[in-house]
Nanobody, 119 residues
Framework: VQLQASGGGSVQVGGSLSLSCAAS????????MGWYRQAPGKQRELVAT???????NYAESVKGRFTISRDNAKNTVNLQMSSLKSEDTAVYYC??????????????WGQGTQVTVSS
């Protein structure tokens, strides 16, 4: 099982970026999916999560600016980021709770993708 993230890059303050992450490999189902980020010298923190029913949860710092969505048929999760601030600069990681066998599920992480917001 693999999570492949794409998107990110550099943008100016107030700009927008989008991230996408796709799960691939052999598995039964993908349950919760989400995005986390880690800024230099800081701990990894939750950005947003979405369950397979579409219910979402956001960090207070991104509410109203970021939107998480998913495509269950494609096993992808997306993060649309707008009104970006310099403090959004971080490496962003996707994750997913994936059921690989009828008796086993685990959390998987994608490779990080850099988001840099400059003034």
């Amino acid at each position: 099982v693999q999570l492949q993230a794409s998107g990110g890059g550099s943008v100016q303050v107030g700009g927008s970026l989008s991230l996408s992450c796709a799960a691939s490999g052999r598995f039964f189902s993908v349950n919760g999916m989400g995005w986390y980020r880690q800024a230099p010298g800081k701990q990894r923190e939750l950005v947003a999560t979405i369950n397979n029913g579409g219910s979402t949860n956001y960090a207070e710092s991104v509410k109203g600016r970021f939107t998480i969505s998913r495509d269950n048929a494609k096993n992808t999760v997306n993060l649309q980021m707008s009104s970006l601030k310099s403090e959004d600069t971080a490496v962003y990681y996707c994750n997913a709770y994936i059921v690989t066998t009828p008796l086993y599920a685990s959390t998987y992480w994608g490779q990080g993708t850099q988001v840099t917001v400059s003034s």
